[in-house]
């Protein structure tokens, strides 16, 4: 459909900007997909030599079917460039991530790169973040008294399950999804919920983003 077709555009798009010998973080989602594929496509045709962090199971699943090699942290202290979705980016390039479950591991691999590229359809530019409800990864054996202490910040959280039962991310924790509706003050929000012992990381990437790829009807825009 249409927005497939967006994010195909923006993912092919932001693979060109990756050059042979880069170290790569990965991002994740369903934008994020169409990078991988190209990227394998320019592995088989062309040789491209890189290596790649996977910000979650599903990521480095994509990424071995693509014959991306992958390695780690223990191996590389830097990444060139960190090419990931969003759920929402604002007119700053403040965004909400998170909806993948991957938040924690995204935020990790972008911070370690040189260059963070965000791939989206247009649907995801807002003027305001916060009609996304906010996901925040929590250590379950406090998620009550977290969820308790993030709605005297303005919102009801809720646990995010999967087939009943709580999710489970990749790194064994839960993750909060709190509908704020409107978040004004995005990097004031981030350092209040960062404060409260239990929370482990919040999908607010606040000041981050190198460049973000928009897929438009007919156009891709850079801002
Ligand atoms: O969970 C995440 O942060 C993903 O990057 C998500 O925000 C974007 O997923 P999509 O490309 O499938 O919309």
């Known amino acids: ?20 010998g880069m170290k790569v973080g990965l991002g994740s989602g369903s934008t994020v997909y169409w990078m991988i594929r190209s990227l394998g496509e320019r592995i088989q045709k ?49 965004l909400i991530k998170g909806g993948g479950a991957a938040l924690f591991r995204e935020k990790v691999i972008a911070q370690a790169a040189k260059e963070f590229v965000i791939i989206v359809d247009q649907s995801k530019i807002v003027d305001t973040l916060g009609e996304f409800s906010l996901p925040v990864e929590v250590l379950p054996f406090s998620w009550h008294r977290t969820a308790n202490e993030i709605s005297k910040l303005g919102c009801v959280p809720t646990l995010r399950v999967n087939e009943e039962e709580p999710l489970v991310t990749d790194n064994g924790n839960y993750i909060l999804d709190c509908p704020f509706k409107v978040i004004p003050f995005p990097d004031k929000l981030n350092k209040e919920i960062k404060s409260i012992v239990g929370v482990i990381e919040t999908g607010l990437f606040i000041d981050m983003v190198t460049t973000v790829i928009v897929g438009e009807k007919d156009n891709i825009n850079i801002k």
């Not at 798009?13 to 042979?20: F, Y």
């Not at 202290?77 to 604002?90: F, P, Q």
């Open 1 to 20: 459909n249409e927005q497939d077709k967006l994010k195909k555009a923006v993912g092919e798009k932001a693979a060109t900007m990756v050059k042979d």
């Open 46 to 94: 062309d040789g491209l030599k890189i290596e790649g962090i996977p910000s979650s199971n599903q990521t480095a699943i994509w990424a071995e079917e693509a014959g991306i090699p992958l390695t780690d942290f223990s191996h590389v202290k830097e990444l060139d460039i960190t090419i990931d979705g969003a759920d929402e980016v604002d007119a700053n390039n403040h």
